[in-house]
């Protein structure tokens, strides 16, 4: 069964600062992963996905994520803390294969940015 | 512009009485998913359906019911069944591929007193 850990249900950081927000999944086969942001009483957005095309994934308003096997890890980041990136990140992992196909998130993680 | 439609945005209701929520989509996808959201948890599948006429129980599916006559809608109903019924619901709808991402509604919050 696939599964997805965030590390951190709160994180903060300075305006301008690295923003680094952590996710490692459980699959026995490299799966689809996925990066959402939700905003207060709004559905979710995707930020960016991985498909296996190419490790380093370039996503809307400057985040990134690197797809790294060996630690089995999808951690996103940004250089550079925007006051309007304060929002809850899901990270979200679906399987490969045909089907019927569940898309499992993560806890959540609340990113503060503090001027 | 294509989207997913939740109504009502909020929605209060009597313990015991069953309500259903509803959810419109016009992006032309084969599969919707229903999510439920409480503060710390994530989000966790209620139900899924892959084509009209036929969906699947999630993690949580105790206590709600879906149906999918045409394509384009997906209705949760939330029965006096359910134990905990207050949360923030949500949406979504994909391509019948298993790498496209979902595309979310802007959510249902449900308040049962």
């Known amino acids: 069964a696939q599964s997805v850990t965030q590390l951190g249900s709160h994180v903060s950081v300075s305006e301008g600062a690295l923003v680094l927000l952590r996710c490692n999944y459980s699959?026995?086969?490299?799966?689809?992963l996925f990066w959402y942001v939700q905003y207060p009483n709004q559905g979710l957005q995707l930020l960016l996905k991985?498909?296996?095309?190419?490790?380093l994934v370039k996503g809307i308003n400057g985040f990134e994520a690197e797809f790294k096997k060996s630690e089995t890890s999808f951690h996103l980041t940004k250089p550079s803390a925007h006051m309007s990136d304060a929002a809850e990140y899901f990270c979200a992992v679906s399987p490969q294969g045909g089907g019927y196909q569940k898309v499992t998130f993560g806890t959540g993680t609340k990113l503060q940015v503090i001027p | 512009d294509g989207g997913i439609t939740q109504s009502p945005k909020y929605l209060f209701r009597k313990e015991g009485q069953n309500v259903t929520l509803s959810c419109e989509q016009n992006?032309?996808?084969?599969?919707m998913y229903w999510y439920r959201q409480d503060p710390g948890q994530g989000l966790r599948l209620i139900y899924y359906?892959?084509?009209?006429?036929?969906?699947q129980k999630g993690d949580i599916a105790e206590g709600y019911s879906v149906s999918r006559e045409k394509k384009e809608s997906f209705p949760l109903t939330v029965t006096s069944a359910q134990k905990n019924p207050t949360a923030f619901y949500l949406c979504a709808s994909r391509k019948d591929i298993t790498n496209s991402p979902l595309h979310f509604g802007n959510g249902t919050r449900l308040t049962v007193t």
């Open positions: 992006l032309n996808h084969d599969a």
């Open positions: 699959s026995s086969v490299p799966p689809y």
């Open positions: 359906s892959q084509i009209v006429n036929d969906f």
């Open positions: 991985y498909t296996s095309a190419a490790t």
